[in-house]
């Protein structure tokens, strides 16, 4: 059974977007993100160049497209184009994509939502279960920088259910047109400048960006009573807020012994969480740090656990919690 992630204050699931909604949401509350469970059966499609609907306006990678309703019969299966060639990493399956999208039904035309409007990218991991298989099958293996467009049959999107709340019947065909503007990995690391780590009575935090666990050298002295939340590196991506989800790498280690007692590194899965839903260590910590950072957070007992730590995670009751946590993206 896979580890989960013990910074969770309240029992909930990893933050995941809906996919076709008007922008972005937590999991817990949009009812309408695409699930695989009704098509996860079928087998592969095939992938064809087309027909797909033209794009009348806004043709240029980040630009907000204006496709033409459908003209005769969609093909059975994938139909898959790449419009605008990006020469960016090739995303694969389980990655985290970072896109700017526009989707609607191809017999109406009718949108089903987009995210230039809001400017607000939609951020989504590419895996079964999370969204629609049309979705992985059709960017799996595309390059960052790329515009793709596709249509996706029903047995690949909602199948014979359909999804009422979209408007979408179970013989519709949908029509996407994606902008891949990033994508992170269990590779994944901060991007920034160094920052001097000067106090000899806080954790060092190594710097290296290889997307393996950085070192964290716990000193011998007391640890401190207020929490610490200090740049390792400075990124310079936005700032994270209050009632931000963030997409994260992070270590924690005890300030006693120094030993490790959760990494995403360890389970080779990023994490993605609201700062509403951790503990109040990490939603100080992070709250007005910069995307691309990596971030020393030294969590005190009354910030963290207390005498509740979760049972079997190796942490004593009072204990003080350190961590390197690298922000990766906002949500």
Do not use: H
């Amino acid at each position: 059974m896979r580890r989960r992630s013990l910074l969770i204050a309240v029992p909930v699931g990893l933050t995941t977007l809906a996919a076709c909604g008007d922008d972005g949401g937590d999991s817990s509350e949009a009812s309408d993100s695409p699930s695989a469970s009704a098509t996860s059966s079928a087998p592969a499609p095939k992938i064809v160049d087309g027909p797909l609907p033209a794009i009348t306006a806004g043709a240029e990678f980040g630009e907000k497209p204006t496709v033409a309703r459908g003209s005769g019969d969609p093909s059975g299966q994938l139909a898959v184009r790449t419009t605008v060639a990006g020469n960016g990493k090739p995303v694969a399956e389980n990655d985290f994509v970072v896109a700017d999208y526009l989707g609607q039904i191809w017999s109406s035309a009718k949108v089903l939502g987009n995210s230039y409007d809001t400017k607000s990218p939609l951020v989504f991991q590419l895996a079964q279960g999370s969204v629609i298989d049309g979705w992985r099958y059709a960017l799996t293996g595309k390059k960052t920088g790329s515009r793709v467009q596709f249509a996706v049959p029903p047995t690949w999107a909602y199948g014979d259910q359909g999804n009422e709340q979209l408007g979408v019947k179970k013989d519709d065909t949908l029509v996407f047109v994606f902008d891949l503007k990033d994508s992170y990995n269990a590779t994944s690391s901060a991007k920034g400048e160094e920052v001097a780590q000067d106090d000899t009575a806080l954790p060092k935090v190594g710097t290296d960006t290889d997307g393996k666990a950085p070192s964290i050298e716990v000193p011998d002295a007391e640890a401190p009573a207020k929490l610490v939340a200090n740049y390792v590196i400075e990124g310079d991506g936005a700032e994270v807020e209050a009632d931000s989800s963030v997409l994260v790498q992070y270590k924690g280690v005890l300030w006693d012994g120094g030993k490790e007692f959760d990494s995403t590194y360890s389970r080779k899965q990023l994490t993605s969480f609201s700062l509403q839903q951790v503990v109040k260590g990490w939603s100080q910590g992070l709250t007005g740090k910069k995307v691309g950072s990596r971030v020393l957070i030294v969590v005190p007992p009354n910030l963290g656990y207390g005498d509740s730590p979760p049972e079997g995670s190796g942490i004593k009751k009072d204990s003080t919690l350190v961590f390197s946590v690298d922000i990766l993206a906002k949500l």
